[in-house]
């Protein structure tokens, strides 16, 4: 095993500990130490960091960008202890973070997906149950997909209809209520999936063999489900292509309800506090954001702003 296979896992039990979300770090970070061993490189340098894009496949420069920085910070980590470790420049791969539109899913396309998920295949149908019934939760209740998976079975209270966020954005905890109709689809979901196991489970959502299903695992199959009803085009090689992704279930849920306070006439302002605290944003801005990005919401907001502008110029 390489020292950059050893200082990569004592880096990510640091990081952890202090309380980050390294899920897609921890992916990039260890294809590009796995490359690294493969070069019997000992030290990251810009020059390994280069070759390593090259190879790695391809990726527009915002993504490649944000696993500079993942590398970066890593480089960083390692050259306080062996200074022979490079950092490479910030300037390398320039890039400015911007948003990406959220794709809002119609409600006949939210049923698609939920109905095309319980037909993927599995040896003992878990995969089905799974998929189907997490991507159900994440639309009805716009949590984050790490935060969906990471649930155990204590943290979903069925009597009460709540749910335990405790790994959430910032290691911030938070109780998410529930519609009766997600309580009784989560309860069957227990109950069959108890049954398929044979015995209680901790996590509340399972793979095939009995774990947690990861990150990179609920993706994929979701990709898999949107080119299954033509969503994304089908891609060779299992590759999950372009279109909309898992996290636009969560756009969907912010963006449906916020329509909803236009259309019934509810302040927006007053609202808004209890959608972030309910979504878990660290930041009211991050909320405000779907305004601007949602077309159909930037019309409402701005009907609404032009009439209450017309009310006060004629008192």
Same mark, same amino acid.
């Given at each position: 095993?390489?020292?950059?296979?050893?200082?990569?896992?004592?880096?990510?039990?640091?990081?952890?500990?202090?309380?980050?979300?390294?899920?897609?770090?921890?992916?990039?970070?260890?294809? *590009?130490?796995?490359?690294?061993?493969?070069?019997?490189?000992?030290?990251?340098?810009?020059?390994?960091?280069?070759?390593?894009?090259?190879?790695?496949?391809?990726?527009?420069?915002?993504?490649?960008?944000?696993?500079?920085?993942?590398?970066?910070?890593?480089?960083?980590?390692?050259?306080?202890?062996?200074?022979?470790?490079?950092?490479?420049?910030?300037?390398?791969?320039?890039?400015?973070?911007?948003?990406?539109?959220?794709?809002?899913?119609?409600?006949? +396309?939210?049923?698609?997906?939920?109905?095309?998920?319980?037909?993927?295949?599995?040896?003992?149908?878990?995969?089905?149950?799974? *998929?189907?019934?997490? *991507?159900?939760?994440?639309?009805? %209740?716009?949590?984050?997909?790490?935060?969906?998976? =990471?649930?155990?079975?204590?943290?979903?209270?069925?009597?009460?209809?709540?749910?335990?966020?405790?790994?959430?954005?910032?290691?911030?905890?938070?109780?998410?209520?529930? =519609?009766?109709?997600?309580?009784?689809?989560?309860?069957?979901? %227990?109950?069959?999936?108890?049954?398929?196991?044979?015995?209680?489970?901790?996590? *509340?959502?399972?793979?095939?063999?009995?774990?947690?299903?990861?990150?990179?695992?609920?993706?994929?199959?979701?990709?898999?489900?949107?080119?299954?009803?033509?969503?994304?085009?089908?891609?060779?090689?299992?590759?999950?292509?372009?279109?909309?992704?898992?996290?636009?279930?969560?756009?969907?849920?912010? =963006?449906?309800?916020?329509?909803?306070?236009?259309?019934?006439?509810?302040?927006?302002?007053?609202?808004?506090?209890?959608?972030?605290?309910?979504?878990?944003?660290?930041?009211?801005?991050?909320?405000?954001?779907?305004?601007?990005?949602?077309?159909?919401?930037? +019309?409402?907001?701005?009907?609404?702003? %032009?009439?209450?502008? =017309? +009310?006060?110029?004629?008192?």
């Amino acid at each position: 095993m390489s020292t950059l296979v050893q200082e990569l896992d004592r880096y990510l039990s640091i990081r952890r500990s202090l309380g980050y979300d390294l899920s897609t770090s921890e992916r990039v970070l260890r294809r *590009f130490v796995a490359f690294a061993h493969g070069r019997k490189a000992k030290y990251i340098t810009t020059d390994l960091f280069l070759a390593w894009q090259a190879e790695f496949g391809e990726a527009n420069q915002r993504t490649w960008s944000a696993r500079l920085g993942m590398v970066r910070q890593f480089a960083l980590w390692l050259s306080g202890i062996n200074p022979r470790n490079e950092v490479p420049p910030k300037a390398l791969i320039p890039g400015r973070y911007r948003r990406a539109r959220p794709y809002i899913y119609s409600e006949q +396309e939210i049923v698609r997906i939920v109905e095309e998920a319980a037909r993927l295949p599995s040896p003992n149908g878990i995969r089905a149950l799974t *998929f189907t019934t997490l *991507f159900g939760l994440i639309a009805a %209740t716009g949590l984050r997909v790490s935060e969906a998976i =990471a649930l155990d079975n204590g943290d979903v209270d069925l009597e009460k209809g709540v749910l335990t966020v405790r790994r959430g954005k910032s290691n911030k905890a938070r109780i998410v209520p529930l =519609a009766q109709s997600a309580t009784d689809r989560l309860a069957a979901y %227990t109950r069959e999936r108890d049954r398929l196991l044979g015995h209680a489970s901790k996590p *509340f959502f399972i793979s095939d063999t009995g774990n947690r299903p990861d990150d990179c695992s609920a993706r994929y199959n979701f990709a898999s489900v949107c080119q299954r009803i033509g969503l994304r085009a089908p891609q060779k090689f299992h590759k999950h292509g372009r279109g909309p992704r898992i996290h636009d279930l969560r756009h969907t849920f912010a =963006a449906r309800t916020m329509v909803h306070w236009y259309r019934t006439g509810k302040d927006p302002e007053r609202e808004m506090i209890k959608l972030s605290t309910y979504l878990g944003h660290t930041e009211p801005e991050h909320t405000y954001w779907y305004i601007e990005a949602v077309p159909e919401l930037l +019309e409402l907001a701005s009907n609404r702003a %032009t009439r209450a502008l =017309a +009310e006060e110029r004629g008192r």
